[in-house]
């Protein structure tokens, strides 16, 4: 038997090797990609666990103990399964993981995120190979069900009494793809409130004219919430805003008419009718006068109308603060991370509200330092599109950044300010 090396053509290959597992929403094969994570924990001697909190959802927690026990740990977090694609909009199979002649690896979760989850094992197999041995313990965990939200994933594990006992000073979770050299990293998210508001109204004759029809109640509401995603867009655009502080409103399903097989009923105004609307929301915003704008003018009882919130992430923690993580001078964290980027030759930005939502959000919820960061610069944004793909030298360049930031995370050997704080409590 071989040993399994940390040659390029090596680490590419793994790579590929689980981008072709079909992990996407809604029947991801776990079970594959749990045996392809747990084979490479056993070839790096890592300590491993399989624990279905939902069952048929399995989450893999591998642990790299260090030599110091007694300090909290470091939690590198990762998602197996991916977003769904539509095959024949893709110019390559989105799970054949095919390598074109500019070195691009083309498959779904190529950015988001099975590369970091490998980037993260095979820093830490060039770690031991070099001989490297952690003073604090490092956890992996390679979660189910990011996609759909995570309440079957990482949130289960964060309120765990496993998660209690790993004793967890901070975690390291996705970020973005940047377009340009500097890496982007992301010290807090918008909260999703995926919300859906329905109408009704009297029905009748499509000739007649009369007030209160559920299509008239639920168009007012339309017309109030592009307003405000007009005034959203304005200060977007006025350059006063950047994308994760502004609230983004987006209308994604309408619903409504009567529907026979033969299609829909021309001359008939529905008695219901129903709209579906993305919300994302800053951690510093006011999501209560958010909610009294839902009620009052986006669906009010007066005008018939109720609503319901599919998701509806609180902004704050659990101790009602922002759910930000502090990104200066007085994080530990935040300044190792800085370090080990620029000392592995790469560049960090300034740290940013993430517009999307990953589930880094279920670790501040417990008032835990967590930063969200891809090691993928010069990349356009692919994450959830058609031909998902990253540069296999990028990839590379990846995994040698990880092994720069393990490697300070690993040897990091004080008490942090955070745990202090915890122990106080
Ligand atoms: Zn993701
Ligand atoms: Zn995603």
Same mark, same amino acid.
């Given at each position: 038997?071989?040993?399994?090396?940390?040659?390029?053509?090596?680490?590419?290959?793994?790579?590929?090797?689980?981008?072709?597992?079909?992990? !996407?929403?809604?029947?991801?094969?776990?079970?594959?990609?749990?045996?392809?994570?747990?084979?490479?924990?056993?070839?790096?001697?890592?300590?491993?666990?399989?624990?279905?909190?939902?069952?048929?959802?399995?989450?893999?927690?591998?642990?790299?103990?260090?030599?110091?026990?007694?300090?909290?740990?470091?939690?590198?977090?990762?998602?197996?399964?991916?977003?769904?694609?539509?095959?024949?909009?893709?110019? +390559? +199979?989105?799970?054949?993981? +095919?390598?074109?002649?500019?070195?691009?690896? +083309?498959? @779904?979760?190529?950015?988001?995120?099975?590369?970091? &989850?490998?980037?993260?094992?095979?820093?830490?197999?060039?770690?031991?190979?070099?001989?490297?041995?952690?003073? @604090?313990?490092?956890?992996?965990?390679?979660?189910?069900?990011?996609?759909?939200?995570?309440?079957?994933?990482?949130?289960?594990?964060?309120?765990?009494?496993?998660?209690?006992?790993?004793?967890?000073?901070?975690?390291?979770?996705?970020? $973005?793809?940047?377009?340009?050299?500097?890496?982007?990293?992301?010290?807090?998210?918008?909260?999703?409130?995926?919300?859906?508001?329905?109408?009704?109204?009297?029905?009748?004759?499509?000739?007649?004219?009369?007030?209160?029809?559920?299509?008239?109640?639920?168009?007012?509401?339309?017309?109030?919430? @592009?307003?405000?995603?007009?005034?959203?867009?304005?200060?977007?655009?006025?350059?006063?805003?950047?994308?994760?502080?502004?609230?983004?409103?987006?209308?994604?399903?309408?619903?409504?008419?009567?529907?026979?097989? /033969?299609?829909?009923?021309?001359?008939?105004?529905?008695?219901?009718?129903?709209?579906?609307?993305?919300?994302?929301?800053?951690?510093?915003?006011?999501?209560?006068?958010?909610?009294?704008?839902?009620?009052?003018?986006?669906?009010? !009882?007066?005008? /018939? $109308?109720?609503?319901?919130?599919?998701?509806?992430?609180?902004?704050?923690?659990?101790?009602?603060?922002?759910?930000?993580?502090?990104?200066?001078?007085?994080?530990?964290?935040?300044?190792?991370?800085?370090?080990?980027?620029?000392?592995? &030759?790469?560049? %960090?930005?300034?740290?940013?509200?993430?517009?999307?939502?990953?589930?880094?959000?279920?670790?501040?919820? @417990?008032?835990?330092?967590?930063?969200?960061?891809?090691?993928?610069?010069?990349?356009?944004?692919?994450?959830?599109?058609?031909?998902?793909?990253?540069?296999?030298?990028?990839?590379?360049?990846?995994?040698?950044?990880?092994?720069?930031?393990?490697?300070?995370?690993?040897?990091?050997?004080?008490?942090?300010?955070?745990?202090?704080?915890?122990?106080? %409590?």
């Amino acid at each position: 038997t071989q040993h399994p090396s940390s040659s390029s053509s090596s680490i590419i290959s793994r790579f590929q090797e689980y981008l072709r597992i079909n992990t !996407a929403q809604p029947n991801p094969n776990y079970y594959e990609a749990t045996d392809f994570i747990l084979s490479q924990a056993k070839s790096l001697s890592l300590e491993f666990q399989t624990i279905e909190f939902v069952k048929s959802k399995p989450l893999i927690l591998l642990k790299w103990p260090g030599k110091n026990p007694k300090l909290p740990s470091v939690l590198l977090n990762s998602h197996t399964d991916v977003v769904p694609v539509e095959s024949q909009k893709w110019v +390559h +199979h989105p799970f054949g993981a +095919h390598i074109d002649s500019d070195g691009n690896i +083309h498959a @779904r979760g190529t950015q988001d995120m099975k590369s970091v &989850g490998m980037q993260y094992l095979e820093a830490i197999r060039k770690l031991k190979d070099s001989g490297f041995e952690p003073t @604090r313990t490092i956890y992996l965990s390679f979660v189910p069900d990011e996609e759909i939200g995570g309440r079957d994933g990482a949130e289960k594990l964060a309120e765990s009494d496993v998660f209690e006992n790993m004793n967890v000073a901070f975690v390291l979770d996705e970020g $973005m793809p940047s377009p340009n050299e500097k890496y982007r990293a992301y010290n807090g998210e918008r909260s999703p409130m995926w919300l859906v508001i329905k109408a009704t109204g009297a029905p009748g004759h499509g000739a007649k004219l009369y007030d209160n029809t559920a299509m008239e109640n639920l168009l007012k509401s339309i017309e109030s919430i @592009r307003g405000f995603r007009a005034s959203q867009v304005d200060m977007l655009k006025a350059g006063l805003k950047s994308e994760g502080e502004v609230i983004s409103v987006n209308l994604v399903y309408l619903r409504a008419g009567t529907q026979t097989p /033969n299609g829909f009923v021309m001359n008939l105004q529905p008695s219901e009718a129903e709209a579906g609307i993305d919300i994302r929301v800053p951690p510093t915003a006011d999501q209560k006068s958010l909610e009294k704008r839902i009620a009052e003018e986006w669906a009010p !009882a007066s005008r /018939n $109308m109720t609503f319901e919130f599919k998701l509806k992430v609180p902004v704050v923690d659990r101790y009602g603060k922002p759910a930000l993580t502090v990104a200066d001078n007085s994080n530990p964290w935040w300044v190792l991370l800085e370090k080990a980027v620029y000392s592995a &030759g790469g560049k %960090l930005g300034k740290p940013e509200v993430n517009i999307g939502t990953t589930d880094a959000r279920y670790f501040r919820q @417990r008032g835990l330092p967590a930063i969200g960061f891809s090691p993928i610069a010069n990349t356009p944004l692919l994450l959830h599109d058609h031909n998902e793909l990253l540069n296999q030298r990028e990839y590379l360049k990846g995994v040698d950044t990880y092994v720069s930031i393990i490697k300070a995370y690993a040897s990091y050997a004080e008490e942090t300010e955070t745990q202090a704080a915890k122990d106080e %409590l």
